[in-house]
C-alpha cells in the first residue's frame, strides 16, 4: 500500500472527484430508498411505485456512469506502475473485467429491473429470496462484481491510483452492505410477518 501511495497524488482534483463520487453514489440511494420507504412521496409524486423505482434506478445508472468517468480520468491523471505495464497483467485485468461483467449482469437478470434498484423499498418485493446463479455462489454479487471490474480496469491501465479507488469502492459497498442488509431482512420479516397473520 505503502508503494501505491507513492504513485499517487490525492489532492489531484480528477481522484478528488472519484472519490466523492464513489462514496456518494451509495449515500444517495440508501436514503432516497429509505426515505421513500417511510413516506411513499416518490411513488405518490410518480404515481406508481414501479414509475418511482424505475426513476430512481435511472438516476442510480447515470451516476454509475458519472463514478467510472471520473474513476479513468482520475487514473489517466496519475503516473502507470512499470510492474504492471505488461502484457501478463493486462491479461489478468481483462479475466477480472469478463468475471466481474458476468456476476453484475447475472445479478441484474436474476433479480431484474425494480429488484436491482431497491423495488423492495418501494413495496415491491419478491416472493421468496433470490438463491439462483450467481447468488448461489457470492453474497452481494452486484456489488463484488462491480469492485471486481474496476479492479481489472485498473491493472488493465497499470493504474496505482486505479488500484486505490478500488479498496475505496470495496469499502465503501462494505459500508454499504452493513447498512442495507439488516433493513431488507426488516422489510421482509415484516411481509412474512403480516402474511402469517392473514393465514
Not at 59 to 66: E, F, G
Not at 123 to 141: A, M, Q, Y
Request: proline fraction near 5%.
Amino acid at each position: 500500500m505503502t508503494r501505491l501511495l507513492g504513485y499517487v497524488d490525492p489532492s489531484e482534483p480528477h481522484f478528488v472527484a472519484a472519490v466523492l463520487t464513489i462514496a456518494f453514489n451509495p449515500l444517495f440511494w440508501n436514503v432516497v430508498a429509505r426515505w421513500e420507504h417511510k413516506t411513499r412521496k416518490l411513488s405518490g409524486a410518480f404515481g406508481s411505485p414501479h414509475l418511482a423505482c424505475c426513476t430512481l434506478g435511472g438516476a442510480i445508472l447515470l451516476l454509475n456512469v458519472l463514478r467510472s468517468h471520473c474513476f479513468t480520468q482520475a487514473m489517466l491523471s496519475q503516473p502507470r506502475m512499470q510492474s504492471l505495464d505488461n502484457p501478463l497483467a493486462y491479461g489478468m485485468g481483462l479475466a477480472l473485467l469478463g468475471v466481474g461483467g458476468v456476476f453484475v449482469l447475472s445479478s441484474f437478470l436474476a433479480l431484474g429491473f425494480t429488484g436491482t434498484f431497491l423495488g423492495d423499498y418501494f413495496g415491491i418485493l419478491k416472493e421468496t429470496r433470490v438463491t439462483t446463479f450467481p447468488f448461489s455462489v457470492l453474497d452481494n454479487p452486484m456489488y463484488w462484481g462491480s469492485t471486481a471490474n474496476y479492479l481489472g480496469w485498473a491493472i488493465m491501465h497499470a493504474s496505482p491510483a486505479g488500484l486505490l479507488l478500488t479498496t475505496v469502492v470495496a469499502l465503501t459497498y462494505t459500508v454499504a452492505i452493513l447498512y442495507e442488509e439488516p433493513f431488507t431482512a426488516e422489510i421482509y420479516r415484516q411481509k412474512a410477518s403480516q402474511a402469517h397473520k392473514r393465514s
